[in-house]
């Protein structure tokens, strides 16, 4: 028997995540939804496309009215309105209605938008998750944020809109590019600092299994981080508050990813972003200066950077402000009470912010020391 965890909203099941090795269930779970009486359309990008539409076109052109595959060039930069007006009309060129059904295949960009299709074509059609990606197993997939990017602002337009069930394939984790893998654990090790120092300790122990990508160990930590994130959003499904402690680390890492022009990883940019966070806590006596250090450095292991070059650190403050997280003139900032407790604090000044930035900027004077 597979493994689920359900998404409630109002005491009430939303959504199931089912975790799987394999595609080998995946028309059965979308059964329970009707397909036979459905025309499906897989949203991919290119990378995807070639691994596994084929696969999953396979196993369900059998079950439904009609399958096809919409796929676009991979990449940050195809996560626009042009990308989605595509997708757009190759709805409407081939006939698609209400009641039929996307399906996401792929990572956060493929989900996000294909997400937000889901909300907006006819007003609404449904959709299913099916994250390959360890960014989007562990974080995008899961609480029906989606959306698209506005000149390169990350995700500015979007709705919540709530996938009918995420499919985890997690053996599709085998075959990402390991900076890819290592980014989407900069979000898992979040988690653990937000919301349980008992799974921050985990992914420690269990730090070679992580790397061999040993399938069970996948399995555990997938469950283990979306459970964290779950109990988030089931409390605040659309961030009027609480939510908000999920973009510890983002408020400066999604400032570098932007002023770096999205070379860098999301979640490389994230793990930047914690060590700056985590210091600003540090700086405020919220946490100690060894709990510091350890989560600075226990980022390294995973291949994730903790300092970074070339960088204008007035510019990352002045980027940090036209990001979403800012509510009027105040920028909401996530800090560390604790490893395992986050807060959400409006009073963080540009000092401390620059004095974050600065604590990860490596300059050439750092290599004379
Ligand atoms: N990725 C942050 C959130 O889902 O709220």
Same mark, same amino acid.
């Not at 974080?139 to 029906?144: A, K, L, P, Q, T």
């Given at each position: 028997m597979s493994q689920r965890l359900t998404i409630n909203q109002n005491a009430k099941p939303i959504y199931d995540i089912v975790y799987e090795h394999?595609? !080998?269930?995946l028309a059965e779970e979308l059964e329970k939804f009707e397909i036979h009486t459905k025309k499906l359309c897989i949203i991919a990008d290119s990378k995807v496309n070639g691994l596994y539409a084929d696969e999953v076109c396979e196993a369900l052109k059998d079950k439904c009215k009609k399958i096809l595959v919409f796929s676009f060039p991979d990449g940050?930069?195809?996560?626009?309105l042009d990308t989605i007006q595509n997708i757009y009309k190759f709805l409407i060129e081939n006939k698609y209605d209400r009641r039929d059904m996307l399906l996401a295949l792929g990572g956060g960009v493929t989900g996000d938008m294909a997400g937000f299709v889901a909300a907006t074509y006819l007003r609404g059609i449904d959709f299913v998750q099916i994250p390959t990606s360890l960014l989007a197993q562990v974080?995008?997939?899961? !609480?029906?944020k989606t959306g698209v990017d506005c000149d390169q602002y990350k995700n500015m337009v979007g709705a919540f809109y709530m996938p009918k069930l995420v499919y985890m394939?997690?053996?599709?984790?085998?075959?990402?590019d390991d900076r890819q893998y290592y980014s989407g654990m900069a979000e898992v090790m979040k988690h653990g600092l937000i919301k349980n120092a008992n799974f921050y300790e985990w992914i420690i122990d269990n730090m070679y299994e992580i790397h061999d990508r040993d399938l069970e160990t996948l399995e555990e930590m997938v469950l283990k981080s979306n459970t964290c994130k779950k109990i988030v959003v089931e409390k605040d499904p659309t961030e009027k508050?609480?939510?908000?402690?999920?973009?510890?680390?983002?408020t400066i890492g999604h400032a570098i990813e932007k002023a770096k022009n999205f070379e860098l990883l999301h979640g490389e940019c994230v793990a930047l972003g914690c060590v700056a966070a985590a210091y600003i806590s540090w700086k405020r006596d919220l946490i100690s200066k060894d709990e510091y250090y350890e989560i600075r450095d226990m980022f390294v292991p995973f291949n994730l950077p903790i300092s970074i070059e070339n960088i204008d650190p007035e510019e990352i403050f002045a980027l940090t402000s036209s990001d979403?997280?800012?509510?009027g003139e105040h920028l909401k900032f996530i800090l560390l009470k604790s490893v395992g407790k986050a807060m959400i604090d409006k009073t963080v000044t540009k000092e401390e912010i620059l004095a974050g930035i600065n604590e990860i900027y490596f300059t050439d004077e750092d290599w004379d020391e």
């Open positions: 394999d595609f !080998g269930r940050e930069k195809s996560k626009n974080d995008s997939s899961i !609480g029906g394939n997690l053996s599709t984790l085998k075959t990402l508050g609480e939510r908000a402690i999920l973009n510890f680390g983002h979403k997280k800012m509510e």
